[in-house]
Nanobody
Framework: QVQLVESGGGLVQAGGSLRLSCAASGRTFSRYRYVLGWFRQAPGKEREFVAAINWSGDNTNYADSVKGRFTISRDNTKNTVYLQMNSLKPEDTAVYYC?????????????????WGQGTQVTVSS
């Protein structure tokens, strides 16, 4: 089992920045080289892929809507993945979820993620 806890969400003005963190724990987390990803869900919309990073951090993937503005990184010594979000827009407003997958590569497909956090709210005001 893997537990994921997100933090760092909040209210920010358009053009501002936030850094999300997701701390992973659990008996199996250190045993497998989990891919970690971020997804988001805005009110009335489906959950969508944002970014993903493989175990070693040398393979990342981003949604087109966040490329050049968001950066995903991880610190395996702390079992933590980060999402640095710059130049935020009102359309980035959503609940952001961290997820873990034991498939290889920077996975973009939601169904390949077995473990999910509770989410953290990000609100960008115009």
């Amino acid at each position: 089992q893997v537990q994921l806890v997100e933090s760092g969400g909040g209210l920010v003005q358009a053009g501002g920045s936030l850094r999300l963190s997701c701390a992973a724990s659990g008996r199996t987390f250190s045993r497998y080289r989990y891919v970690l990803g971020w997804f988001r869900q805005a009110p009335g919309k489906e959950r969508e892929f944002v970014a993903a990073i493989n175990w070693s951090g040398d393979n990342t993937n981003y949604a087109d809507s966040v490329k050049g503005r968001f950066t995903i990184s991880r610190d395996n010594t702390k079992n933590t993945v980060y999402l640095q979000m710059n130049s935020l827009k009102p359309e980035d407003t959503a609940v952001y979820y961290c997820a873990a997958s034991y498939y290889e590569g920077a996975i973009t497909t939601m169904t390949r993620y077995a473990y999910w956090g509770q989410g953290t709210q990000v609100t960008v005001s115009s």
